[in-house]
């Protein structure tokens, strides 16, 4: 069974700054695939941003990219000059290319909670 | 368009009661899972559904513990007799059919507590 490590309980950032969250995780499939997902206080879950385990290329979105070690099984999230608005509970995610059975579920790792201070 | 709605988003029931909790998916979403997320704890895998069919129910703690989605549409959860353990929060997400490397859509969640 796969699981996912965040060992991270909290992390703080200024306003501007950069912060990178940790995962790691644990899988015998070769290809997969990798989520991070965001919590804001009293929201809803929404996706952040998702990685193919089959592409090299670290996948971007805006401000957010992920720094993906498929040898060490590390699927790291670095946010560049934080925003309050990124003050969130974060969660990292793995799901399995297979779409049927129990394949299509996610396994997520405890999150981490990122404060942004001013 | 609405997003994924859950109600209530906090029940406090005594231990040996009965809770159900309701989940209204995106409309046209095939898909629907459950998750639940106990304090400080990963979120993890209750049950998914397609349409109104149980496709995986692996992750569902015990026999207390009963899903159902009538019609294909709203899934409702409920639990009895609740006990302690119980106590969490119940994430309910959506996503349309066919999607293999899609993102579900996930409502805020429903607040257990059993004391």
């Known amino acids: 069974a796969q699981t996912v490590t965040q060992s991270q309980p909290e992390m703080s950032v200024q306003e501007a700054e950069t912060v990178t969250l940790s995962c790691t995780y644990d899988t015998s499939e070769s290809d997969y695939y990798l989520f991070w997902y965001k919590q804001p206080p009293s929201r809803q879950m929404i996706l952040v941003i998702r990685?193919?385990?089959?592409?090299?290329q670290n996948a971007t979105e805006n401000r957010f990219s992920v720094n993906f070690q498929k040898a060490a099984k590390s699927f790291s999230l670095k946010i560049s000059d934080s925003q309050l608005g990124d003050a969130a509970m974060y969660f990292c995610a793995y799901r399995s290319t297979f779409n049927t059975g129990t394949a299509s579920k996610l396994t997520f790792g405890t999150g981490t909670r990122l404060q942004v201070t001013l | 368009e609405a997003g994924v709605t859950q109600f209530p988003s906090h029940s406090v029931i005594e231990k040996g009661q009965t809770v159900t909790l309701r989940c209204d998916p995106i409309?046209?979403?095939?898909?629907l899972y459950w998750y639940r997320r106990v304090m400080g704890k990963e979120i993890k895998f209750l049950l998914h559904?397609?349409?109104?069919?149980?496709?995986?129910e692996s992750g569902m703690p015990n026999n207390r513990f009963l899903a159902e989605r009538t019609g294909g549409t709203y899934s409702t959860l409920k639990v009895q007799p609740a006990e302690l353990e119980d106590s969490g929060v119940y994430f309910c997400?959506?996503?349309?059919?066919?999607?293999?490397?899609?993102?579900?859509?996930f409502g805020e969640g429903s607040r257990l507590t059993v004391l």
């Open positions: 409309s046209g979403h095939d898909n």
């Open positions: 997400a959506s996503s349309p059919h066919g999607q293999v490397v899609g993102e579900l859509f």
């Open positions: 559904f397609v349409k109104e069919s149980k496709q995986d």
């Open positions: 990685q193919e385990a089959y592409k090299q």
